[in-house]
């Protein structure tokens, strides 16, 4: 049902696209100083521009399990990225709980930093969400340049909260940035984990391009 959507709203995005060419073909300039109807959108031809609605599909990773993309697909497109990033955080931290508390298991005393741990990383990983569906509209016209712009605005927004901003808050004197080789270490990491990520999204955007 969901390729069956999906495949709909490519054909759907074709026909807008073809419908687009041939307006552009038979529009005519306005004359010098020439008012155009104030009912419809201007371009600089005095044509309307077709306003061409997000795809259902947007910001639902297509190799998410069935169950989850019905999930995401119930939320706003700009809160998807939000619950994406806290629920993949969330269990990143989950699963590494074992590792950085070997005992955490076999007591209750670790459980108030364990949930603590994860919460912080949920919103450290809702604070990168966010961040990408504030810029990615803007920064997704512009190509490949803007999707590692992309990668590297998330990851900052995302690593200043979990290492900067949550320990301020909390007082945590074992995780932070204090001294400028900490901050520059940040810098480095954002750059090259954000153009990591931004590798990821050029290539879902060059995958979506060729589906149309």
């Known amino acids: 049902m969901i390729e069956d959507t999906r495949q709909q709203l490519r054909e759907a995005r074709l026909r807008l696209k073809e419908s687009r060419e041939a307006l552009a073909e038979g529009a005519l300039p306005l004359e010098p100083g020439a008012a155009a109807p104030l009912d419809r959108l201007e371009n600089f031809w005095g044509t309307r521009e077709p306003v061409e609605e997000p795809p259902a ?9 069935d169950w989850l993309q019905r999930t995401l697909a119930r ?3 700009r809160a998807r990225p939000v619950a994406v990033g806290a629920a993949a955080m969330a269990a990143f931290a989950i699963s ?5 508390v070997p005992n955490g298991l076999r007591g209750t ?16 990983g809702a604070a990168g969400g966010l961040a990408f569906s504030l810029v ?5 016209p512009r190509g490949a ?3 590692i712009l992309t990668g590297i605005v998330s990851v900052t927004t995302f690593l200043v909260i979990f290492l900067v901003v949550l320990p ?4 945590d004197p074992v995780v932070g940035v204090s001294t400028s080789e900490d901050v520059v270490v940040l810098v480095v990491c954002s750059v090259l984990l954000g153009s990591l990520v931004g590798s990821f999204f050029n290539a879902a955007r060059k995958r979506d391009a060729d589906g149309l």
């Open 96 to 100: 590494r709980i074992p590792v950085m």
């Open 75 to 77: 939320l706003p497109p």
């Open 136 to 140: 990615r509209p803007k920064l997704e």
């Open 109 to 124: 005393a670790v459980l108030p930093g364990a949930a603590g741990m994860i919460l912080a990383a949920a919103a450290s």
């Open 168 to 171: 301020l808050v909390f007082g």
């Open 145 to 147: 340049i803007g999707d």
């Open 57 to 65: 599909e947007r910001y639902v990773p297509p190799s998410a399990p």
